[in-house]
C-alpha cells in the first residue's frame, strides 16, 4: 500500500519551468514503478513519464522527450517530474502513480498503475 501526494503545480507563460513532486508514505517505496499521466480538459488520462524502482532507466511520451524530466529519490521518498519549454498544450491535471513491479518495468497504461495522487493542476498561457 502507498498513498501518494503531488505539489508544484500552478500557472506559467509558454516557455517556461515547473517542476512537480510527488510524495509517497510507505516503508517499500523502492519496490513501485511510479508515473506521471496527465488528463487535459475533456480527454482521456494520458502517459506521460515513467521510472524504474531504481531509478535507472525511465521511459517519456514523445510528446514531452528533451523537454520533461522523470527523477526520484528513494531516501526520500519522492519523485520528480521536471518540465521545461512548457507549451499551452501541456495544460492539464497532473497525476503521480505507483505501481509495484520487477526488475526494470515501467508501466505505462492508467490501468497498470493501482495507486494514484489526487492530482495537480498545470496551466500553461500563451
Known amino acids: 500500500q502507498v498513498s501518494l501526494v503531488e505539489s508544484g503545480g500552478g500557472l506559467v507563460q509558454a516557455g517556461g519551468s515547473l517542476r512537480l513532486s510527488c510524495a509517497a508514505s510507505g516503508r517499500t517505496f523502492k519496490s513501485f514503478a511510479m508515473g506521471w499521466f496527465r488528463q487535459p480538459p475533456g480527454k482521456d488520462r494520458e502517459f506521460v513519464a515513467a521510472i524504474s524502482r531504481s531509478g535507472g532507466t525511465t521511459d517519456y511520451a514523445e510528446s514531452v522527450k528533451g523537454r520533461f524530466t522523470i527523477s526520484r529519490d528513494n531516501a526520500k521518498n519522492t519523485v520528480d517530474l521536471q518540465m521545461s519549454s512548457l507549451r499551452p498544450e501541456d495544460t492539464a491535471a497532473y497525476y503521480c502513480?505507483?505501481?509495484?513491479?520487477?526488475?526494470?518495468?515501467?508501466?505505462?497504461?492508467?490501468?497498470?498503475?493501482?495507486?494514484w495522487g489526487q492530482g495537480t493542476q498545470v496551466t500553461v498561457s500563451s
Open positions: 502513480a505507483a505501481a509495484q513491479t520487477y526488475s526494470t518495468y515501467k508501466p505505462k497504461k492508467p490501468k497498470e498503475y493501482p495507486y
